[in-house]
C-alpha cells in the first residue's frame, strides 16, 4: 500500500498565471524583516488596509531609502500580497462554518476562543478573517470546541513499538523508499521552469542514500548540502518526480538520567553510535540569525530565569525543554513568511508549531551558551508521510543530540510522560532529513523568490525567474515501502 500525501488539495490549485505578488524582492530581503516598517505604513498593515500599506511601500522605495529598510519594505510589500491567501475566511463565514457541526455556537464563544489565542488572525482590507484551516487547530482541543468533530484519533502502537525498542535495544533504524514530485501545471509552452525538491542530505540520522529513478535531466546537490535537492530546469517538461531509498538508525540515549528517582541511572558518558559523522558545533551554533533567531530582551530574561543555577549545559538544555513542552500549546500557522520575530513571538503567544517550536527551542539555548540548530525534512509513519521540523544541540557530555519539542508538548498533551521525555535528546527512525540549517540556500540558488524562503520540505518551482506561489504547484510525497533493519 503506497501513502501519499498531496499539497495542495486538487480543488485548491491555480492553474496559470501569478497570484499578485510579483515584485522585485529576494529571498535574502527576508532576513531584514526586524528592521520594521515606517509607522504609517505599519498602522496601515495592522487596520488590514493591504493594498494602501504596499503602495506606501512602493512610494517610499521609489523616494529612497537605506539598504537596509528598502530590503524590509521589498520583503513586507511581497507578503502582504500573499497575507489574503492565508487569512482566507472571514468573520462571519468563520462562525457559520463552526455553525454547521456545532449549531448553538455563538459569536460571543467565537470572540472568547480568539481572546484565548485558539483562533489566529489579521485584519484584511479592514475586516477579521482567519485562517482558512482554523477549524483543524480547534479540534486539536476538544475540550473547548465541544461542539466540533475531534481530529481523528491516531493508532500510536506501531509508534510505541518503535520507541519502546529504541529504548530496550539502544537504536532502531529503518529502510524507507519515497517518491517526491512537483508538477507546474500552469506554465505556458516556451517558459522555463525551474523545479527543486528535497533529497536526504547524509547525517548522523540517515545514510546509504540511492536515487532509484529521476525525472531526466535532474541535477542532485551533494549530500553535504545543507539543503539538499534535486534540480532540473526546462522549456519543455511540467513535472518532475524522483523516487529514492536511505537507511535510518536512530540511537538512544537516556538524557534524563541522574535527574531523579524515575530516571534509570546516572549516564555513563557513552555515546550511541551514529550512520554520520557530526561536525563540531561552530560558532554560528551559538549565534543569532536574523531576522527569527534573535536575543530579544524578553528571551534573554527568560532563558535567565529557566537556567539560573544550572552549570550543566545539559541541564540548561533540559529547563528549556521542560518549559516549551509544557507551557507551549500547538497551534496551525500561516506561511512562515508572515510571521514576525518567530522565536519570541511564540515565547509570548505560546503557541507554535513543529518549526516554531524547534526555533524557540534553538534560540534559547544559544542564549545560554548550548551550540542548536535546526534540522527539518519529514515525520515518514507507516500510515502518514509529511513535512516536520526539529531542533538538535550540543553538550560536552553527550555530544550531538536531539530535541523535537513539538512531539514533546504533543505527548503532553495526551498525558504521556514517557514519550514526552523521549523526544528530549532522541528522535525516531521515522524521519527523512533534507535541511539542517535555517534559511539554507537550494542548489542552485533560486532565481525567484521562494513560497518559503526558510525552509523547503516539499519543494519549490519557478518560471521564468518568477517564484511561484503554493497554489502554482502541485506537489506530493509518497511512501513507497519501509521496512525495519
Not at 528535497?198 to 531526466?216: F, K, W
Not at 536531539?402 to 521515522?430: I, Q
Request: charged share 25%; with cysteine.
Amino acid at each position: 500500500m503506497v501513502v501519499e500525501t498531496v499539497y495542495p488539495a486538487a480543488g485548491e490549485l491555480v492553474c496559470a498565471g501569478p497570484v499578485g505578488c510579483a515584485d522585485d524582492v529576494a529571498n535574502e530581503d527576508f532576513r531584514f524583516l526586524d528592521v520594521g516598517l515606517h509607522p504609517e505604513i505599519a498602522r496601515l498593515k495592522a487596520a488590514g488596509h493591504l493594498q494602501a500599506a504596499r503602495d506606501a511601500c512602493t512610494r517610499l522605495l521609489e523616494a529612497g531609502c537605506e539598504p537596509a529598510l528598502a530590503a524590509c519594505l521589498r520583503a513586507e510589500r511581497h507578503r502582504m500580497g500573499r497575507l489574503a491567501e492565508d487569512f482566507c475566511v472571514p468573520r462571519q463565514e468563520a462562525v457559520a462554518l463552526v455553525r454547521r457541526e456545532w449549531p448553538a455556537f455563538t459569536e460571543d464563544a467565537f470572540d472568547e476562543l480568539i481572546a484565548r489565542g485558539r483562533i489566529d488572525w489579521r485584519y484584511v482590507d479592514g475586516e477579521l478573517c482567519v485562517l482558512g484551516n482554523f477549524l483543524d487547530s480547534l479540534r486539536v482541543y476538544p475540550a473547548e470546541a465541544p461542539g466540533l468533530t475531534p481530529e481523528p484519533p491516531y493508532d500510536t502502537a506501531a509508534r510505541d513499538a518503535v520507541l519502546a525498542e529504541m529504548r530496550e535495544r539502544g537504536a532502531a533504524g529503518c529502510e524507507i523508499t519515497l517518491r517526491a514530485s512537483l508538477e507546474v501545471p500552469g506554465a505556458l509552452s516556451g517558459e522555463t521552469v525551474r523545479a527543486w525538491l528535497p533529497l536526504p542530505a547524509a547525517c548522523a540520522l540517515q545514510g546509504a542514500i540511492e536515487i532509484i529513478e529521476a525525472t531526466p535531466g535532474a541535477h542532485v546537490a551533494p549530500e553535504a548540502a545543507p539543503a539538499r535537492t534535486v534540480f532540473w530546469e526546462s522549456d519543455a517538461r511540467r513535472a518532475f518526480s524522483v523516487t529514492y531509498r536511505y537507511r535510518t538508525r536512530a540511537p538512544y540515549l537516556d538524557a534524563w538520567a541522574g535527574t531523579d528517582a524515575e530516571a534509570a541511572g546516572p549516564c555513563d558518558g557513552t555515546l550511541p553510535a551514529r550512520l554520520g559523522e557530526d561536525p563540531a558545533p561552530t560558532a554560528a551554533d551559538l549565534a543569532e540569525e536574523r531576522p527569527h533567531i534573535v536575543f530579544t530582551p524578553y528571551l534573554a530574561a527568560l532563558a535567565e530565569r529557566l537556567t539560573a543555577g544550572l552549570e550543566r549545559p545539559l541541564d540548561r538544555a533540559r529547563a528549556i525543554y521542560d518549559y516549551i513542552t509544557q507551557h507551549i500549546d500547538y497551534r496551525y500557522q500561516p506561511a512562515y513568511a508572515q510571521l514576525d520575530a518567530i522565536a519570541d513571538a511564540c515565547a509570548k503567544s505560546r503557541r507554535a508549531d513543529c518549526g516554531i517550536f524547534a526555533l524557540t527551542f534553538i534560540t534559547l539555548c544559544r542564549i545560554v551558551g548550548v551550540p542548536a540548530r535546526w534540522e527539518s525534512g519529514l515525520y515518514v509513519a507507516p500510515d502518514h508521510v509529511g513535512p516536520h521540523d526539529w531542533a538538535r544541540f550540543y553538550t560536552p557530555e553527550t555530544g550531538w543530540l536531539w530535541a523535537d519539542c513539538s512531539f514533546g508538548s504533543s505527548a503532553r498533551r495526551a498525558g504521556d510522560e514517557a514519550r514526552r521525555r523521549h523526544h528530549f535528546g532522541n528522535l525516531d527512525p521515522w524521519r527523512m532529513v533534507a535541511n539542517r540549517a535555517f534559511q539554507a540556500e537550494l542548489t542552485p540558488p533560486a532565481d525567484g523568490v521562494r513560497w518559503d524562503p526558510y525552509d523547503n520540505q516539499m519543494g519549490e518551482a519557478s518560471v521564468d525567474g518568477r517564484g511561484l506561489d503554493v497554489r502554482e504547484m502541485r506537489r506530493s510525497i509518497a511512501l513507497v515501502e519501509m521496512r525495519a533493519v
